[in-house]
């Protein structure tokens, strides 16, 4: 089983910037990718970031430009830094792991999701 912890959701103002982090534990062989997901209120989850295992990322267009996905493969973690943030970023944010467990077995897993709110 593999658990993902995130940390670093909060409330800021426009304009304001956001580090959220995203710690996967447990059995864990291999993980492939690493990607955040958000949800607003009345609206689907959608895919904010994504990386792989090689590197390669992509964003929503919505923030390509102000989002930085990045990994700590050595910590299993991943990272979110938002910079230049606005209202409509307004969301909870979900990490998502997928990969292989230590018994060979594929794994798809999620965080509990950590609320980020940008008001003034």
């Known amino acids: 089983q593999v658990q993902l912890v995130e940390s670093g959701g909060g409330l800021v103002q426009p304009g304001e910037s956001l580090r959220l982090s995203c710690a996967a534990s447990?059995?864990?062989?291999?993980?492939?990718?690493m990607g955040w997901y958000r949800q607003a209120p009345g609206k689907q989850r959608e895919l904010v970031a994504r990386?792989?295992?090689?590197?390669?990322?992509n964003y929503a267009d919505s923030v390509k430009g102000r989002f930085t996905i990045s990994r700590d493969n050595a910590k299993n973690t991943v990272y979110l830094q938002m910079n230049s943030l606005k209202p409509e970023d307004t969301a909870v944010y979900y990490c998502?792991?997928?990969?292989?467990?230590?018994?060979?077995?594929?794994?798809?897993?999620w965080g509990q999701g950590t609320q980020v709110t940008v008001s003034s």
């Open positions: 447990g059995s864990i062989f291999s993980i492939y990718a």
């Open positions: 998502n792991a997928g990969g292989i467990t230590i018994a060979t077995k594929d794994f798809g897993s």
């Open positions: 990386i792989i295992s090689g590197g390669n990322t």
